[in-house]
Nanobody, 114 residues
């Protein structure tokens, strides 16, 4: 089994920045098999959506509304994925979930005030 622990959420004013981190621990074999990592978010009353993803080789993809503002990165040696969020907007407010293959984090709240 693999556990994902997220950190870095919080309350920030519009235009501000936050950096989310998600570290994997547990079965070394299962962690070694992980290819894709990503961040999803879910706002109240809305479906969960993919914000950004990154493969083991570093190929990334982003939700159109966050392109140019958010950057996903990973440190394979630390089994960690990051999401740098800049120029935050109130519409970015949501619970953000880390995902690695079939594993999910518990979610971290990001609130952007106007």
């Amino acid at each position: 089994q693999v556990q994902l622990v997220e950190s870095g959420g919080g309350l920030v004013q519009a235009g501000g920045s936050l950096r989310l981190s998600c570290a994997a621990s547990g079965s070394i074999y299962s962690i070694f098999k992980i290819n894709a990592m990503g961040w999803y978010r879910q706002a109240p009353g809305k479906q969960r959506e993919l914000v950004a993803g990154i493969t083991r080789s570093g190929t990334t993809n982003y939700l159109d509304s966050v392109k140019g503002r958010f950057t996903i990165s990973r440190d394979n040696a630390k089994n960690t994925v990051y999401l740098q969020m800049n120029s935050l907007k109130p519409e970015d407010t949501a619970v953000y979930y880390c995902n690695m293959d079939v594993y999910w984090g518990q979610g971290t709240q990001v609130t952007v005030s106007s």
